[in-house]
């Protein structure tokens, strides 16, 4: 499986924008690029998900870079409750996900 | 929206005891997937389904079966349980028209043997 590249931990402060950056070099032309975040005590949460194209949605938007080798998940207004470890994942067609260490995001009030 | 559905939340098994961890999803998902995640190691893929009655090894089978006998359910089976399994157990599960679509996790059960 192709392996995917994050800082270990961020720091942002509440209502202020979040760039999440993710490098996956060896990224195929057919892998999609997944997003997840895990609260404290819960199972992952599916964030977004895209190809080649940037991506938005009601949590985040996802800005992919032309090369596919890197990708960042954006969170438009940082709350208390966007707190978490964030995980970026290739997948291919093998249905799996393979799950790297992730960011920890801190969210300061 | 699709939920998956864990059995338990806490569970306290002994050394040597068969556990089975029960896992129910309600969106006709075909594909199913067991994780176990620990503290420095992240999720590792335990094994996973993509049809009834069909499996494929994850990345840390050693010790586990599973059986998934109806679509909505996948159970996986600790034979016999050791501590070294002490861990929190994930259930996810997604459809197959699907590099469209996320995973769906359930909320864990926290598996202790003593």
């Known amino acids: 499986d192709a392996k995917t590249t994050q800082p270990n931990s961020m720091e942002s402060n509440e209502e202020e924008p979040v760039h999440l950056p993710c490098n996956h070099s060896?990224?195929?032309?057919?892998?999609?690029i997944h997003w997840y975040r895990q609260l404290p005590s819960q199972g992952p949460e599916y964030v977004i998900h895209g190809l080649t194209s940037n991506v938005n949605n009601r949590m985040a938007s996802l800005a992919i870079a032309e090369d596919r080798k890197s990708s960042t998940l954006i969170l438009h207004r940082a709350t208390l409750r966007d707190a978490a470890v964030y995980y970026c994942?290739?997948?291919?067609?093998?249905?799996?996900?393979?799950f790297g260490k992730g960011t920890l995001l801190t969210v300061n009030p | 929206d699709v939920k998956v559905t864990q059995s338990s939340r806490y569970l306290v098994k002994r050394t040597g005891e068969k556990v089975f961890l029960e896992c129910v999803q309600d969106?006709?998902?075909?594909?199913m997937f067991w994780y176990r995640q620990d503290p420095g190691l992240g999720l590792r893929l335990i094994y996973f389904s993509y049809d009834v009655k069909m499996k494929e090894k994850g990345d840390i089978p050693e010790g586990y079966s599973v059986s998934r006998e109806k679509k909505e359910r996948f159970s996986l089976i600790l034979e016999s349980a050791s501590t070294n399994q002490t861990s929190m157990y994930l259930c996810?599960?997604?459809?197959?028209?699907?590099?469209?679509?996320?995973?769906?996790f359930g909320s864990g059960t926290r598996l202790t043997v003593v």
């Open positions: 060896t990224i195929s032309g057919t892998d999609y």
């Open positions: 996810a599960s997604s459809p197959t028209v699907s590099q469209l679509s996320g995973y769906t």
């Open positions: 969106m006709d998902h075909e594909n």
């Open positions: 994942i290739l997948r291919g067609s093998n249905y799996k996900l393979t």
